[in-house]
């Protein structure tokens, strides 16, 4: 087989996998105060504006593509809010797709 021709490195016996890896991104102690604090609102205030440089409507849709998407915390990201704060998108402007080569991450995504 050339090497073109061999499944990527998941899906290949012996290969490193990324099995367990949602019992992490799912663990509560995984939002931690410096995530839940401060990585999670920067990064809502960067997709924010992001969104408002596009320039669309306040009522568009939006699609996206989420490659590498894990547990989509992604989704969450953008259509869950805090308490005290709204979400940068509502669920039904939102065609979300999330992409990943681990089945464990996406049935536990789907499961959300």
């Known amino acids: 087989m050339s090497r073109s021709d061999q499944a990527p490195a998941p899906f290949r016996p012996g290969a490193p996998s990324y099995r367990g ?16 604090l401060s990585e ?40 869950r809010a805090e308490p005290g704060d709204v979400p940068v998108l509502a669920e039904e402007r939102l065609d979300y797709v999330g992409l990943d080569v681990d089945p464990e991450m996406v049935e536990t995504a789907r499961a959300r």
Do not use: M, N, Q, W
Request: glycine content about 10%; aromatic content about 6%; cysteine-free.
């Open 21 to 36: 890896a949602s019992a992490h991104y799912l663990s509560p102690s995984r939002r931690d105060p410096v995530k839940v």
């Open 40 to 79: 999670e609102p920067v990064t809502r205030r960067v997709i924010t504006e992001a969104l408002a440089a596009l320039g669309k409507d306040a009522g568009a849709g939006y699609r996206v593509l989420d490659v590498g998407s894990g547990t989509a915390d992604g989704f969450a990201l953008l259509t």
